[in-house]
């Protein structure tokens, strides 16, 4: 039995190494939401994958302190215990929605509950995998030359699959000319839910470029018309903004509305939802490969020992540490390895907070006695 002591969270801004645009946005510097729970002298640590603004999700860093501090805090309070992380999804179901702020604190539980038994998260989760394939998000560039410039540079350094953003106006041009440029890359394509089904004939274009997937199409809760896509499209469809839980990735795989997902633990909720999901893809042989939210090195460690998991086939958006930060606020940075990120061995998420950065990086911080 763990017997929990103590609740922190802190709110950091790191700046970003190059602005990152998207279909909904443009990031300069990062906001996180990080976590950290004390049990039996030992500290946990989780990262809330929310964003600044609510463009990717509803949630925002600034719902997720408000849900922690206000509804999840005091269920801690209530029970103070517990025997195995997974207990905590039940525990905040009388909560609805918000599933980054409870996946924040079950990511703190889940990193005591592996140092508790002295061993890397990705053990207790079941991992088989000592390296993970490193791919990396390509943000919307101003024009082309610059954009094949950095797609350049990061297929230099061994990234195994680049992923584009795309947003209308910014589509065929941009994925024509990398597919020219680099014909055998591993290549896709997100739109962060940019389109609408009347899009059809630009979406169909996509075909000619052998992409791997295109993520997100259409609509952020839709299901039906990525369904009516799929049929159309010979390219798989993968969803990201659509899954919010495991039962919305089943409904998903029952309706045919994507062949792939990506799963963020933050956005289903979890790593104990995630799990749902991971043994329905084993199931119906859906491939899957581990999102990323532009997350510090406690995030990114969490995603890392995920991605270990025998569902985890295609290359990750896990990038090394130096695409994101300067400094990064825990230790060692993450690193490329012949297009491998190498998974932390030490027990947990086998990262360590480097205090001084975080400290000097934190704008807001609270601590409550459980
Ligand atoms: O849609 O996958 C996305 C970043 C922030 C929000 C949403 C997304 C992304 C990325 C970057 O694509 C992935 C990463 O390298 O962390
Ligand atoms: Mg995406």
Known sequence: MIKLERLSLFLVELPLVSPFATSFSEERVKHALLVSLTADGIMGWGECVAGSGPWFSAETVETARYVISEYIKPILSAHKTFTHPSELRRLFSSIRGHPMAKAAVEAAAWDIYAKSQKKPLFQVLGGVREEVPAGVSVGIHRDIPSLLATVEGYLAEGYQRIKLKIKPGWDLEPVRAVRERFPDVLLSVDANAAYRFSDLPTLKELDRFGLLMVEQPLGFD??????????????????????????????????????????????????????????????????????????????????????????????????????????????????????FIPVPQKPGLGVEINWDRLLRSCTWSRTWKI
């Open 222 to 339: 839709d299901l039906l018309e990525h369904v009516r896509l799929a049929q159309t499209l010979s390219t798989p469809i993968c969803l990201d903004e659509s899954i919010d839980s495991a039962h919305r990735a089943w409904e998903a795989v029952e309706l045919g509305a994507c062949r792939i997902i990506n799963v963020k633990q933050g956005r289903v909720g979890g790593i104990t939802e995630a799990l749902e999901i991971h043994a329905l893809a084993m199931d119906r042989k859906i491939p899957l490969w581990c999102g990323g939210m532009l997350e510090t090195g406690v995030g990114r460690a969490l995603n890392v020992h995920l991605a270990t998991l025998p569902g985890f086939t295609l290359p990750h958006d896990i990038s090394a540490t130096k695409r994101y930060f300067r400094e990064d606020i825990a230790d060692p940075p993450f690193e490329l390895k012949d297009g």
